[in-house]
């Protein structure tokens, strides 16, 4: 088949796109005009999706690392020893000396899986996921405060909205069809756009009102709105009378935060805080769009509760083009949250606490004995492996090194780890720490679903075959439990993995490969005949009455001093991905971006006598690194950006290892550091 | 306008042919050809795709040609133009081309689109050769058809005269009357191809002239989108005519995707690199977009078009302007795909009207 409709591996849009090949390769990518996400159009991720599984330094057989060398050896060779050593810890050490990393970037099938192996084959409930590391504060918070964490509205109704309140989310960048969509509806319909975020993003331009707070006050802005809309009496009795509880504890704790005192810890003008509150409590059609400004904080799941109660307490929820919007990163962030690759739940968000539940997954795995715990978040299995508490560690598509906080601690933990497995398409800077390496496919190379950030549970499809001996996640997956004498994952094809989902998920209940058509289906999807779900708690919130949980600021984990005077916060740019492992092996999007940078204010780089371009020393408690500088006025003073795509200056060396109490979510928007010229 | 390199243009004739006969001759004319033509999918994208040569792939795929109101995201560019193409492969010291030269028949070209084949076979050709172009269109057949209504609501090819019929450059053009087409002849080639597969075409009766005729002049007044085009171009040839803050406000909103560029069939930028492993690897060429920095970058780090505007700039002068200049023809052919494609709403027509109209629609 030379052309095949799949879905983009980048964010999670989810934008629907033909993939070109030649039979051998991919030739091209070009966007779906009738998919209600792309509808003719790509960001340039997407349109130039087609070049990096194409590379000839893909991984193409499984290789063993013996005397410091990999080695490339057979599948069977290979799995019989990561089975043989998983099973040794498991023996002696019991199943929690094992973690299983899932990956967000892999399908749902592939992360119901891994966490099936973890649960049903290895019994330990260490399975977690990049989502840790992006939306763990949302899933939290909004589960506490509505009864589901996701976004609560679809990306087709941002043309309809009044309003638009984009808080933490660079979203032209990093959401590029819906940062469009906003650009739309505030340039043709007239939309007002509320802009509050420490660096001026190009939406800051549309923005009616921009404010830039500084970084890691958000819970104090959000209830200094929310004590001017109860003062000014823009609140919706009737929605916090019918449909809310705890408004009384809401009131009281913000009655607090007056424009002035806001004024004070956020640095934005007591005038801004009122107008932006009259903006949004005013209109019928608010929307709420975060992203990871307001989740990678110590106080993310604060910051989450905090929006959800400015929503709730003007009834800005329940009805299109409204809502709570936290945008989830990647392609199939939502998925493999939604599938279960988290270690206190199943798939659906279903507590393995529950007794009930628990016994239900039992049956429909036929096992016994999963276990009740909850198991270790990402952050906790690296530093566990380091510590020696976990023996073998599995890793699938996940690059850690380069991803997770303070990436010194990261490598000398990994490099401690007493077995490592890394399953990728490339070998990442990660998997050179492996003790055994598995190839496998790209998303184009196998079929599988992703979920998007509006819960759109959409097809991905085979185009091509993986390269050399490589094979798709579930596959080896698949093979790892065979070989571990577990029967109940035989799969002929992830059809039949999304059917066990469908048959144990009420969320995702309705859904079968049949059913997706071209553009998917929107969970919750409870049943076979359901058409899908565009906007949540319409007649009512998931958990019944929705929940006022009123938090009160806490600053930052670690704040500025004499030495480290600068506040960094880092983020992503629009031409890469992530860890850069796909994007620099694209030709535009590499040659766009090639080069680490900091961004810094003017007038710090005029104090310092900074030039742009110059290369300067960033250094933190925990690390240093060298790069060029990037003079303007994207952050204020007294603050710097940094892009965390590169391995070369990698922000993570910087960023601090403090964790949400609840999310576990690390917080990458905040730390201190300082500068020199070198 | 040039006639295409190496044809004959001979005086226009005509024939007739059933709509229900097109399979047929799709599927005879596959013997020989590979045929390109429309084909529409499940989910209702249509694309212009190559017909399988396998007997029973064949006849699935003409179950879902589909000749009207075809609105294909990219124009039959790719064809000779593909967004990722092989310049050559090498192994240790041995280098090997790989170029492409069968023969295509391209089935329902839309009359745009047709101009925008012909402005690339000129581009290609007009300094240096590109070979690798070049062998894929040394044997080539068009098929036009003309659109009775435009296809997408961005079309504005009757302001530019580019559309809805081809006036010529095509082998052979359908003009669609009723239950079948009438079969304009434009070149020797198109007359072989009618004689090769004459028993699928006979002659009009009556006054055909007149009909085609009003058919076509129907259809040129069924486009809403109207803009001053010709005003346009005199505007943009006047130097530093537009302000400068049109573009920056443009430029502002756009958010660098490239989509307008890839996806219009005068586009023809391309990028080359290496996919090498070891000593072995490929040197290829892919689908380059002047709205990226790193599109003017030079080595040194300067780059004269930094600016976001400064390459908006360009893009709207290189289509209005400098084609102008050089060729005598507009660089844009009014296919309206760049604005149907644009995720944020900008797009060359919005541009012309505004220039034009001296008014911010963007
Ligand atoms: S917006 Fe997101 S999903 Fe769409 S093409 Fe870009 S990266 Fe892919
Ligand atoms: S500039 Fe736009 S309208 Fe003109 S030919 Fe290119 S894509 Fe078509």
């Known amino acids: 088949m030379p052309r095949v409709l799949t879905t983009c591996i980048y964010c999670g849009c989810g934008c629907g796109l033909y993939l070109i090949s030649d039979g051998k390769r991919l030739t091209g990518a070009y966007p779906s005009r009738n998919h209600p996400v792309s509808r003719g159009a790509l960001c340039v991720k997407g349109w130039n999706s087609y070049e990096f599984s194409n590379d000839l330094n893909r991984l193409t ?60 084959v290895f019994k330990t409930n260490n399975i977690d ?216 739940v199943y798939s659906g968000y279903q507590s393995l606490v529950d007794g009930d539940i628990r016994k ?23 530093s566990a492996a380091g510590e020696g508490r976990i023996k073998g560690l599995y890793i699938m598509g996940e690059n850690p090194i380069i991803s997770d906080p303070d990436s010194n601690h990261v490598r000398k933990c990994l490099s401690e780890v007493e077995f490592l497995v890394v399953q990728d398409i490339f070998l990442s800077d990660t998997a050179e720490y492996a003790d055994v390496v598995l190839p496998s496919a790209s998303f184009a190379e196998k079929d599988g679903t992703f979920t998007n950030t509006e819960r ?22 698949s093979e790892v439990a065979r070989r571990m004498g577990y029967k109940g994952m035989d799969y002929k094809h992830p059809s039949e993995i999304m059917d066990e989902i469908a048959s144990l998920t009420p969320i995702y209940g309705g859904i079968t490969y049949d059913r997706l058509g071209p553009y998917g289906l929107q969970w919750p999807c409870p049943t076979k005949d359901h058409p899908g779900t565009s906007v949540l708690h319409k007649e009512k919130f998931t958990k019944g009455k929705g929940t006022f949980m009123p938090r009160p600021y806490i600053p930052p984990a670690e704040s500025t001093d004499e030495e480290y005077n600068f506040v960094l916060t880092t983020g992503r740019v629009y031409w890469h991905w992530h860890t850069r492992t796909m994007t620099n092996r694209t030709s535009t999007l590499e040659r766009e971006a090639p080069e680490p940078y900091v961004e810094i204010n003017c007038e710090d780089a005029e104090d310092l006598q900074i030039r742009d371009d110059q290369l300067i020393k960033v250094s933190s408690r925990r690390g240093a690194i060298t790069l060029k500088v990037r003079v303007g006025h994207k952050v204020a003073k007294g603050t710097l950006f940094i892009p965390f795509h590169y391995r070369e200056a990698a922000a993570n060396i910087l960023t601090i290892l403090a964790v949400d109490p609840i999310a576990k979510i690390p917080e990458y928007k905040v730390c201190a550091v300082k500068v020199e010229k070198i | 306008m040039r006639g295409k390199g190496g044809k004959d243009m001979k005086a226009s004739k005509v024939k007739i042919i059933g709509k229900k006969k097109i399979k047929d001759l799709l599927r005879e004319a596959s013997q020989e050809w590979n045929v390109y033509v429309p084909q529409k999918w499940s989910d209702g994208d249509v694309w212009m795709d190559q017909l399988p040569k396998d007997k029973q792939m064949l006849d699935e795929a003409l179950e879902d040609v589909v000749l009207e109101d075809v609105d294909t995201v990219i124009s039959p560019k790719d064809i000779f133009f593909p967004q990722l193409e092989s310049i050559f492969k090498f192994k240790d010291d041995k280098i090997w081309e790989t170029p492409e030269f069968s023969p295509k028949l391209i089935f329902g070209v839309q009359p745009c689109d047709l101009k925008g084949i012909l402005f690339s076979d000129d581009f290609y050709r007009r300094n240096f050769e590109d070979r690798y172009y070049v062998s894929r269109i040394q044997n080539r057949l068009i098929v036009a058809r003309g659109c009775l209504r435009p296809p997408r609501p961005t079309c504005f090819c009757s302001s530019a005269k580019t559309g809805p019929f081809a006036e010529d450059g095509f082998d052979l053009q359908l003009v669609d009357f009723g239950d079948s087409y009438f079969v304009e002849v434009g070149t020797r080639e198109g007359e072989e191809f009618i004689t090769m597969h004459k028993k699928f075409f006979s002659e009009p009766d009556g006054n055909y002239d007149m009909t085609i005729k009003e058919i076509k002049t129907k259809a040129c007044d069924s486009l809403e989108l109207k803009v001053d085009f010709q005003n346009a171009l005199s505007l943009m040839a006047q130097d530093s005519f537009i302000p400068e803050e049109n573009y920056r406000r443009i430029g502002e909103r756009c958010i660098y ?40 970058r030079e080595t040194s780090g300067h780059n004269p078009r930094k600016d976001k505007w400064l390459r908006t700039a360009r893009r709207y002068e290189h289509k209005l302007k400098f084609d102008y200049k ?36 963007m």
Not at chain 1, 360 to 382: C, H, M, Y
């Open chain 1, 456 to 477: 759109r549970v959409e097809r991905i499809r085979k185009v091509i075959d993986p390269p050399g001996q490589a094979k798709a996640d579930w596959q080896i997956l």
């Open chain 2, 257 to 296: 995707c490239g989509g307008c560029l890839y996806v219009c069939p005068t586009c023809t930028c391309f990028n080359v690199f290496d996919n090498v492993k070891d000593k072995e690897g490929e040197r290829v060429r892919n689908w380059d977009a002047c709205v990226f920095e790193g599109y003017t």
């Open chain 1, 360 to 382: 239900k997954f039992e049956q429909g795995w036929r096992v016994e004995g999963l276990p009740p715990k909850a198991g270790l978040t990402v952050t906790e299995i690296i």
């Open chain 1, 61 to 120: 057989a499984p290789l063993i690392k013996k005397d410091g060398k990999f080695i490339p050896a057979s599948w069977d060779e290979t799995l019989g020893l990561v089975v043989e050593k998983f099973k040794h810890y498991k023996n002696t050490f019991g199943p929690d000396s094992l973690a299983f990393l899932s990956s967000a970037k892999t399908t749902n099938e592939e992360n119901f899986l891994m966490m099936k192996l973890a649960r049903a």
């Open chain 1, 129 to 344: 996921h990049c989502a840790r590391l992006c939306h763990a504060s949302t899933v939290v918070g909004l589960s506490l405060a509505f009864g589901g964490g996701a976004m609560t509205n679809s990306i087709n109704e941002f043309k309809d909205a009044e309003v638009i309140l984009v808080t933490g989310s660079d979203t032209t960048a990093q959401h590029p069809l819906i940062g469009s969509r906003i650009i739309n509806t505030v340039k043709d319909k007239g939309a007002k756009l509320i802009v509050i975020d420490p660096r001026e993003i190009q939406l800051a331009k549309y923005a009616t009102i921009y404010a830039q707070p500084k970084c890691g006050t958000d819970v104090a802005w959000i209830n200094g709105l929310i004590y001017v809309i109860i003062a000014e009496d823009l609140h919706d009795k009737k929605f916090i009378e019918e449909r809310t509880e705890g408004f009384l504890e809401l009131k009281r704790t913000v009655r607090d935060y007056t424009p002035e005192l806001v004024e004070e810890i956020t640095t934005i003008p007591k005038e801004k805080i009122i107008e932006i509150a009259r903006l949004y409590a005013k209109a019928r059609k608010s929307m709420i769009v975060y992203s990871m400004g307001i989740t990678q904080h110590t106080t993310g799941v604060d910051n989450v509760l905090s929006l959800a109660n400015l929503a709730m307490v003007t009834g800005h929820i329940g009805f299109a083009s409204t809502g709570v919007n936290p945008l989830r990163g990647q392609n199939n962030v939502q998925g493999s949250c939604d599938v279960g690759a988290l270690p206190d």
């Open chain 2, 326 to 361: 050089v060729t005598g023809l507009s660089g844009c052919i009014a296919c309206g795909r760049c604005l149907s494609s644009c995720p944020v709403g900008i797009g060359i027509s919005k541009f012309i009207q505004e220039i034009t109209e001296k008014r911010k629609i």
